[in-house]
């Protein structure tokens, strides 16, 4: 039960906060010009950034390596 609420209250940080943030604006630009806002996965140009892996600590801070750029059918495929 704590671990529930624990994965509750960093979803809702990460979907709140986080990716409203600054800072994720800019990481996530710079990993759609960096894969030439093409999907990875179909090539299809990319209109979201998907988490190959999160941090399980210091949500936000992701290296960017972790992030690709990708189009919403393959995204909602991913989730």
């Given at each position: 039960?704590?671990y529930?609420?624990?994965?509750?209250?960093?979803?809702?940080?990460?979907?709140?906060?986080?990716?409203?943030?600054?800072?994720?604006?800019?990481?996530?630009?710079?990993?759609?010009?960096?894969?030439?806002?093409?999907?990875?996965?179909?090539?299809?140009?990319?209109?979201?950034?998907?988490?190959?892996?999160?941090?399980?600590?210091?949500?936000?801070?992701?290296?960017?390596?972790?992030?690709?750029?990708?189009?919403k059918?393959?995204?909602?495929?991913?989730?």
């Amino acid at each position: 039960m704590l671990y529930d609420i624990k994965r509750k209250r960093r979803r809702d940080y990460y979907r709140n906060i986080n990716l409203k943030s600054d800072d994720w604006k800019g990481k996530r630009y710079v990993v759609l010009k960096r894969d030439h806002w093409k999907c990875v996965y179909c090539g299809t140009p990319a209109t979201q950034v998907h988490h190959k892996r999160y941090a399980k600590r210091n949500i936000g801070k992701e290296p960017i390596k972790w992030l690709v750029s990708i189009c919403k059918t393959c995204h909602d495929k991913k989730h």
